[in-house]
């Protein structure tokens, strides 16, 4: 195999991270993020759907139940960016909402069964490639990974990955 690949010499000197290893790992999770969204294409394109779209059924998927406006902070989009995306979502019948008990004026997405059917497609060729990538890495690579990607992550994104896990153990979120 030619090109770079990844060895024990990967961590070394961890203290003395090099701008060449950090420019490294930029480079290759921007190549990460293209070569999945890029595998994701041909269901998007035979659902007539864009990565906006993508956006909002991946975060409906591990948030359902989310406020609008709430979805809005997370994918970092305008007010009028997400509704035309929402309402294409809603006129394919992949959406449902739901006024919020505590304020009649929020309304909660989540998604249908249609719009979870077509999340889980999507979500099937990520499964693939990570579950390809950490068995190849091995469990040690996997736990580091996460500790990585953790340490990545702003506090708001934190607390956001803590309650989808807590609302995982609880019940909460179900297929």
Same mark, same amino acid.
């Given at each position: 195999?030619?090109?770079?690949?990844?060895?024990?010499?990967?961590?070394?000197?961890?203290?003395?991270?090099?701008?060449?290893?950090?420019?490294?790992?930029?480079?290759?999770?921007?190549?990460?993020?293209?070569?999945?969204?890029?595998?994701?294409?041909?269901?998007?394109?035979?659902?007539?759907?864009?990565?906006?779209?993508?956006? $909002? +059924?991946? %975060?409906?998927?591990? #948030?359902? &139940?989310?406020?609008?406006?709430? /979805? =809005?902070? $997370? +994918?970092? %989009?305008?007010?009028? #960016?997400? &509704?035309?995306?929402?309402?294409? /979502? =809603?006129?394919?019948?992949?959406?449902?909402?739901? #006024?919020?008990?505590?304020?009649?004026?929020?309304?909660?997405?989540?998604?249908?069964?249609?719009?979870? #059917?077509?999340?889980?497609?999507?979500?099937?060729?990520?499964?693939?490639?990570?579950?390809?990538?950490?068995?190849?890495?091995?469990?040690?690579?996997?736990?580091?990974?996460?500790?990585?990607?953790?340490?990545?992550?702003?506090?708001?994104?934190?607390?956001?990955?803590?309650?989808?896990?807590?609302?995982?153990?609880?019940?909460?979120?179900?297929?």
């Amino acid at each position: 195999m030619s090109g770079y690949r990844p060895s024990d010499e990967a961590g070394a000197g961890l203290l003395f991270l090099r701008e060449e290893q950090i420019r490294l790992a930029q480079t290759m999770m921007f190549l990460a993020t293209r070569d999945m969204t890029a595998a994701m294409e041909p269901i998007l394109a035979e659902q007539k759907l864009g990565r906006a779209h993508y956006r $909002v +059924l991946q %975060v409906l998927a591990f #948030s359902p &139940g989310i406020p609008v406006s709430r /979805l =809005q902070e $997370v +994918l970092g %989009v305008t007010k009028q #960016s997400l &509704g035309r995306t929402l309402g294409e /979502l =809603q006129a394919r019948g992949y959406l449902e909402s739901e #006024s919020c008990m505590r304020d009649r004026r929020q309304r909660l997405l989540r998604l249908s069964k249609e719009g979870q #059917s077509v999340e889980a497609r999507l979500f099937a060729v990520v499964r693939h490639r990570l579950v390809e990538a950490y068995r190849e890495a091995g469990g040690a690579a996997v736990e580091g990974f996460r500790r990585v990607m953790w340490g990545m992550l702003s506090e708001s994104s934190r607390t956001m990955v803590a309650d989808d896990a807590a609302g995982r153990r609880k019940g909460r979120h179900g297929s």
